[in-house]
């Protein structure tokens, strides 16, 4: 216990290495999650009943254990980040309580929609289940963005453009596996919606970042920093490998580049940020960070058991996995 209290695990920059750790679970729960938001706010454009039960049987067996990522994420920023996770979530509390709300309501919807087939209560649960599908992406949009910024508004324009571009990022990666997981007509008429929303989030992230860069003086310099326009180049790449996939009628290719441009854009965050990691109380990543002994424990115990979970996931989307039978439904 001595050892443990004497210095970090084999000399590691532990404090970095968490800060890194934050945001990997952070795209990872808006690329998993994110595609059940796609397919929800989807859900509003199809008419076709049986099209609907697809949809709803293809996130059926995925969607409450994606959310499991949004929980490893506030644990992890508790346990790492203590001063952070009270100083954020009390600062945007209302923005916390509209996420956790619109996952209820998104979380909700299907299991009432099920209940009953008749068409006006189809109808409301159907609408509850796109309306929480979209305010939950937009939410935790804005609810990043001015953790960026270090505003203590929860309602700014860079935090309301910013989660338009996640919404629309989710339905980027939405299509694509939905793509994955039907068959048919739908599985067709989703390429176009799926280019659209990859032109939509293009415009959309390139104006925060042009608004940022104009008004936040701040992060003028990370913005034209090397590695955030190799992060930018990267998002226009793969959002171009994204269009071609749907054209080759690619659609793991076209989810993986959907992937990618999540993982890019919770980069561009994560290296805007440093070295700070809440830039609204002047905390940086070390300064914030626990004590010695409760961060080498911390970082074993994650070294053991982030491997289960992500063994979790590769069992379960492997038993999951191809297109869902014609017959299936979401119940």
Known sequence: MTDLAAGPLFGLPLPELWFGLLFVILGTFLFLDGFDFGAGLLFATVD?????????????????????????????LFAAFPPVYAGLFSRHYLLMFAILGALILR?????????????????WWGRSFVAGSVAAPFFLGMFV???????QRSLTLAAVVVGLAVVALTVVA???????????PLRTRLVAVGRRAA???????????????????????????????????????LAGGYVLAGRADRPRLELAAAAGQVYALVGVVATLLYPFVDPAAGATVRGA??????????????????PLVALYFVILYSA?????????SYS
């Open 107 to 123: 979380g909700l919807a299907p299991e009432m929609y099920e209940q009953r087939e008749d068409a006006r209560w189809r109808r």
């Open 199 to 237: 032109v939509a989030y293009l415009l959309l992230i390139v104006a925060a970042l042009g608004y940022v860069y104009a008004t936040v003086p701040r992060l003028g310099p990370g913005l034209t920093s090397a590695p955030v326009l190799a992060l930018v180049a990267a998002t226009v790449l």
């Open 289 to 306: 960070i626990v004590s010695t002994l409760p961060l080498n424990l911390m970082s074993v115990g994650a070294a053991v058991l982030l």
């Open 174 to 184: 939405g299509a694509a596996f939905l793509r994955v997981k039907t068959r048919g």
């Open 320 to 328: 999951f996995r191809g297109p869902v039978r014609t017959e299936e």
């Open 48 to 76: 076709d009943e049986h099209d609907r039960e697809q949809i709803l049987a293809a996130i059926g067996p995925f969607w409450d254990g994606n959310e499991v990522w949004l929980v490893v994420f506030g644990g992890a």
């Open 145 to 151: 963005a001015n953790w960026l910024l270090g505003t």
